[in-house]
């Protein structure tokens, strides 16, 4: 079973165009992430959402949008593609134990979604 | 967050020790050190954190002197399959949403 799962894996779209990815965790994680990975491989955040609620939201454009319908998935939907979107995206979850400090802060990442914009 | 500086590649063969330094000068109270692999097509995976002095567990050690000011992870034995790319972070705990900032990373390519 794989803890966080992305939908697609491999995307090649024309300039302009609007397309989602999605992600789902099975881990029972509060707290979701979407990251960016350029060429030159260097991960950003983007977003980041706690119990469906937006708590990271970084200097991305307008036009990506997240959506969390329950705290198990978290949506990327990208409007009016440009070249400079093409990535690797991925998501992550995390959770704070409910016991308290000490815990590690570790991020589970899915396996990425390559965006290829033409 | 403390500004991270390791490495941007390294050579190694299999079964000999790997140790990546990393420097992180303005290191705050609150911070802790992590180490992340990522392997190609892969999201990266959480290999080992500590405080200060010694962490070690089946991946690798950590070590962290009394100042803080950098780590060292050592990946014992490495073999074809521990080429990946390395990344040191710090990271202050946070009750949600901990914003981790991934710098370039160390490759860290393993020869036959």
């Known amino acids: 079973d794989t803890a966080v799962s992305q939908t697609p894996k491999y995307l090649v779209t024309q300039m302009g165009n609007d397309k989602s990815i999605k992600c789902e965790q099975n881990l029972g994680h509060d707290t979701m992430y979407w990251y960016k990975q350029d060429s030159k491989k260097f991960l950003k955040i983007m977003f980041s959402?706690?119990?469906?609620?937006?708590?990271i939201n970084e200097t991305v454009p307008n036009r990506f949008s997240p959506k969390s319908p329950d705290k198990a998935h978290l949506n990327l939907h990208i409007n009016s593609l440009e070249l400079g979107d093409s990535a690797v995206y991925f998501c992550a979850s995390s959770q704070v134990p409910s016991g308290g400090p000490p815990w590690t802060g570790e991020l589970f990442f899915g396996e990425g979604s390559r965006l290829t914009v033409l | 967050l403390a500004k991270t500086t390791q490495p941007i590649s390294m050579d190694s063969y299999e079964g000999q020790e790997v140790n990546i330094t990393c420097s992180h000068n303005?290191?705050?109270?609150?911070?802790?050190i992590t180490w992340y692999q990522q392997f190609p097509s892969q999201g990266p995976r959480f290999i080992i954190q500590?405080?200060?002095t010694k962490v070690t567990n089946e991946v690798a050690s950590l070590f962290i002197p009394a100042d803080r000011k950098s780590s060292t992870l050592s990946l014992p034995r490495v073999s074809l399959s521990d080429t990946a790319v390395y990344y040191c972070?710090?990271?202050?705990?946070?009750?949600?949403?901990?914003?981790?900032?991934f710098g370039g990373g160390t490759r860290v390519l393993v020869k036959p």
């Open positions: 500590g405080y200060k």
């Open positions: 972070l710090v990271v202050r705990i946070k009750a949600a949403g901990n914003k981790l900032t």
């Open positions: 303005n290191i705050a109270t609150n911070d802790y």
């Open positions: 959402y706690n119990n469906k609620e937006l708590i």
